[in-house]
């Protein structure tokens, strides 16, 4: 019987992929078909190791039996007015300057060697759209795009867990798919919660705005829980 190949970590390409579709589903704007998606997340973090599947349960615990306009203001409130609760990866490392511009056109470059081309509604470096990539068109290189900004993703993990957001889970769920943390890692982190993202006020225009189509995106036939795919409010 051949072996399923595994990523560092342990888990396998089927684990990896039930795990970052589950994050981005949870991490995505609350609508009507929430209910439905909480329920395949339930029982899909059931067949995930402990450290991944818990943290997917407990958001998943929070979100459920919640009134969609409550979850839809809690979501506003904690990812739009709160600049350590940012969804878009490049946002820590670059803040509002120009050197976000070119990050931005580093995830839509990395997007295109998979064959995939972006459509103008949603920024690539929303954490949604990063694990949809990872979990359905290309393991490898989405891994590499999440651990290029572990330092930021990582400061999400903690400000949420801070302020005890339902979505906290979700995001230490993610963590816990990639490589235990190194000593400059956690420096970075720590510089990088003193002082803040850069806040140069430049907008983007140099780069185009992509977007992510919600549409088929060749799923994996052997996952044994298939998850539907997330929807984006669109970039705020």
């Known amino acids: 019987m051949k072996r399923k190949p595994r990523f560092q970590g342990g888990l396998t390409e089927e684990q990896l992929t039930t795990a970052w579709q589950s994050a981005s589903l949870l991490l995505a704007y609350p609508d009507h078909q929430l209910p439905d998606h909480l329920d395949l997340i339930h029982r899909a973090s059931r067949q995930l190791p402990d450290r991944v599947g818990e943290p997917l349960g407990a958001t998943v615990g929070r979100l459920a039996d919640t009134p969609i306009a409550e979850l839809e203001a809690d979501y506003v409130e904690t990812f739009d007015s709160r600049r350590r609760h940012n969804l878009f990866l490049t946002y820590f490392a670059h803040g509002d300057t120009r050197k976000r511009g070119v990050a931005l056109l580093r995830f839509k470059q990395t997007y295109l060697a998979s064959g995939y081309e972006l459509t103008d509604n949603e920024l690539p470096d929303h ?36 302020t005890g957001s339902r979505w906290a889970g979700a995001v230490e769920a993610v963590t816990a798919t990639l490589p235990p943390l190194q000593g400059n890692e956690v420096e970075a982190i720590r510089r990088l919660a003193a002082e803040g993202p850069p806040a140069e006020e430049v907008g983007l225009t140099p780069y185009a705005t992509p977007a992510f189509d919600t549409g088929p995106a060749m799923p994996n036939p052997g996952a044994p829980t298939p998850l539907p795919m997330p929807t984006f409010p669109g970039a705020r």
Do not use: S
């Not at 954490?127 to 400061?155: F, M, N, P, S």
């Open 127 to 162: 954490l949604c759209v990063v694990l949809e990539y990872a979990a359905t068109i290309d393991h490898t290189r989405g891994r590499q795009l999440l651990l290029d900004h572990r330092a930021g993703l990582e400061l999400l993990r903690l400000a949420l867990t801070d």
